[in-house]
């Protein structure tokens, strides 16, 4: 595979826009309205100890 | 006692471990998939030589393995909260990377085109409750621009899926297609024959647009 020119605008948008989330430590925003900060990597960890297995 | 990880990606299977400008890439057997990480406590700057690093690294991995899904920058972790995500989420992932393997990436820019934006969706009325208000500024803000709709038709027999991320007031359109490996060229001799001076075509690149969203 020959390899991409690789401008700075796509680096930046490929890795900080783009690509699996795996620590969310989210601002949710709406309209460009920070609303609320959660942590979901630590809210998912503790609902899956929490909550019963199917 | 607790250990970190930073995730390059998740990849399809593991290779031997690398190194690549002092990052050692390594692999974490997660049962159906792996993970491309760097034992670290620390993550990287944000900085344009570490940025750089880490897309050499994903590339690195692109170009050796099928089937990669790259993580966003940033993503130290400790291992078991990894594992722990990762199991909760392994359905996702697993489509994920069949939907990616052997394929690849390629990245369509338009310019930002303010006359383009019909005037009554770049205002928002006065009174609305506030919902409506911020929907309405949700559609003010976004859309996508009419030569997008003409390279995706001329592209559509060698997209495998499509992701687009419209214009806003601060940037212009892009449209992200996801092709198989050997489409490369076809692909850019098929945009270039619209003959748009304005659409701008980058790749391949790694998925970093088709990975999951793990958090509903």
């Known amino acids: ?20 989330v795996l620590n969310a430590d989210l601002i949710l925003a709406l309209a ?23 | 006692m607790t250990r970190t990880v930073y995730v390059f990606a998740l990849t399809g299977h593991a290779i031997p471990s690398f190194a690549l400008k002092r990052r050692r890439v390594e692999f974490l ?33 692109f170009n050796r393995i099928d089937a990669v899904v790259p993580a966003r920058f940033g993503a130290l972790i400790d291992e078991h909260e990894l594992r722990d995500i990762l199991e909760a989420r392994r359905p ?7 939907l990616v393997r052997g394929r690849v990436q390629m990245t369509v820019r338009f310019p930002e085109t303010p006359e383009s934006i019909p005037r009554t969706s770049r205002s928002v009325p ?15 803000s976004r859309t996508m621009p009419a030569l997008a709709g003409v390279v995706a038709t001329a592209v559509a027999n060698l997209t495998i899926a499509e992701r687009t991320e419209p214009q806003t007031e601060r940037a212009g359109a892009v449209l992200y297609h996801l092709i198989a490996r050997g489409n490369v060229a076809r692909y850019k001799d098929v945009v270039s024959s619209l003959n748009s001076a304005a659409v701008s075509v980058s790749g391949p690149w790694p998925p970093f647009a088709f990975a999951p969203d793990l958090w509903p």
Not at chain 2, 31 to 53: D, K, M, W
Not at chain 2, 126 to 140: F, K, M, N, P, V
């Open chain 1, 32 to 54: 460009d309205v920070d609303l609320i900060y959660v942590r979901l990597s630590a809210l998912l960890c503790a609902a899956d100890r929490i909550l019963p297995r199917p």
């Open chain 2, 29 to 61: 057997d997660l049962r159906g998939f792996h993970a491309a990480v760097e034992r670290t406590s620390q993550a990287p700057p944000v900085s344009e030589p570490s940025l750089r690093t880490q897309h050499d690294i994903v590339t690195r991995l």
């Open chain 1, 1 to 20: 595979m020959p390899p991409a020119e690789t401008s700075l605008a796509d680096v930046i948008d490929n890795l900080l826009n783009r690509g699996v």
């Open chain 2, 92 to 98: 996702a992932i697993q489509d994920a990377l069949a």
């Open chain 2, 126 to 140: 006065s009174g609305l409750t506030g919902t409506a208000y911020l929907e309405a500024r949700r559609i003010a």
